[in-house]
C-alpha cells in the first residue's frame, strides 16, 4: 500500500507561481512512475505530468513549458513547480503512482492517489 499527501496549494493571481509537494509513504518509491493530475468544477480528471524513475517527464500540451516534473527519490517526493500560471489552470490537483513504471497519461493507469490539494488562480 502507498499513501499519498499533496500540499502546496493555494490562491495565487495571473502570472504567478506555485510548487506542489507530494509525500509518499508505505512502499519503495523509486521504482514507481509519479503523475500530476488536475480536476476543475464539472470536469473529468485530467493528466498534467508524469515523472519515471530515471526522470523521463512528459506534459500535458496545455501546460507545457510552464510547469515542471520533478522527484526526489530520497525523499519519496514529487514536486509540481508551476509558473505563469492561468486562471485556467485553477482546479484540484492530485498526484498518483504508476507501479508499472511506464510513462502513462491515463487515470486508469495509476493506482494509488492523494487526496488533492486546490490551486486557484485569481484575475
Same mark, same amino acid.
Given at each position: 500500500?502507498?499513501?499519498?499527501?499533496? &500540499?502546496? /496549494?493555494?490562491?495565487? *493571481? +495571473?502570472? %504567478?507561481?506555485? @510548487?506542489?509537494?507530494? =509525500?509518499?509513504?508505505? $512502499?519503495?518509491? !523509486?521504482?514507481? &512512475?509519479? /503523475?500530476?493530475?488536475? *480536476? +476543475?468544477? %464539472?470536469?473529468? @480528471?485530467?493528466?498534467? =505530468?508524469?515523472?519515471? $524513475?530515471?526522470? !523521463?517527464?512528459?506534459?500535458?500540451?496545455?501546460?507545457?513549458?510552464?510547469?515542471?516534473?520533478? @522527484?526526489?527519490?530520497?525523499?519519496?517526493?514529487?514536486?509540481?513547480?508551476?509558473?505563469?500560471?492561468?486562471?485556467?489552470?485553477?482546479?484540484?490537483?492530485?498526484?498518483?503512482?504508476?507501479?508499472?513504471?511506464?510513462?502513462?497519461?491515463?487515470?486508469?493507469?495509476?493506482?494509488?492517489?492523494?487526496?488533492?490539494t486546490q490551486v486557484t488562480v485569481s484575475s
Amino acid at each position: 500500500q502507498v499513501q499519498l499527501a499533496e &500540499s502546496g /496549494g493555494g490562491l495565487v *493571481q +495571473a502570472g %504567478g507561481s506555485l @510548487r506542489l509537494s507530494c =509525500a509518499a509513504s508505505g $512502499r519503495t518509491f !523509486s521504482g514507481y &512512475s509519479m /503523475g500530476w493530475f488536475r *480536476q +476543475a468544477p %464539472g470536469k473529468e @480528471r485530467e493528466f498534467v =505530468a508524469t515523472i519515471t $524513475r530515471s526522470g !523521463s517527464t512528459v506534459y500535458a500540451d496545455s501546460v507545457k513549458g510552464r510547469f515542471t516534473i520533478s @522527484r526526489d527519490n530520497a525523499k519519496n517526493t514529487v514536486y509540481l513547480q508551476m509558473n505563469s500560471l492561468k486562471l485556467e489552470d485553477t482546479a484540484v490537483y492530485y498526484c498518483a503512482v504508476d507501479v508499472t513504471g511506464l510513462v502513462r497519461r491515463q487515470t486508469w493507469a495509476y493506482d494509488y492517489w492523494g487526496q488533492g490539494t486546490q490551486v486557484t488562480v485569481s484575475s
